[in-house]
């Protein structure tokens, strides 16, 4: 199966950046997508960013600020996150999901806390 460990997150003062990673494993070859998803204490989970075959696909709040990308030789997913908002304070998860899944029938991580002060 797939493996997926974040990390990088952090505790930043808004206007800041952070870019937390996603070490993926296992049966990599297998992912058609991978997206990060965010949640916030009392909200539902939402997708904030995807990427497939080069294709990515962002949140509206994340346009213009967040960016998806992959490191094909060290199989890491990365979301770079500039002017950072207290409105991003959320726990972080990387998800990947098989051609033919959606993200809840594939793979998800531990998640990773990123708090944005004002």
């Known amino acids: 199966q797939v493996q997926l460990v974040e990390s990088g997150g952090g505790l930043v003062q808004a206007g800041g950046s952070l870019r937390p990673s996603c070490a993926a494993s296992?049966?990599?070859?297998?992912?058609?997508?991978f997206g990060w998803h965010r949640q916030a204490p009392g909200k539902q989970r939402e997708l904030v960013a995807a990427?497939?075959?080069?294709?990515?696909h962002y949140e509206d709040s994340a346009k213009g600020r967040f960016t998806i990308s992959i490191d094909n030789a060290k199989n890491t997913v990365y979301l770079q996150m500039n002017s950072l908002k207290p409105e991003d304070t959320a726990v972080y998860y990387c998800?990947?999901?098989?051609?033919?899944?959606?993200?809840?029938?594939?793979?998800w991580g531990q998640g990773t806390q990123v708090t944005v002060s004002s």
């Open positions: 990427i497939s075959s080069g294709s990515t």
């Open positions: 296992g049966s990599i070859f297998s992912i058609d997508v």
């Open positions: 998800n990947a999901a098989p051609g033919g899944s959606s993200w809840y029938g594939g793979y």
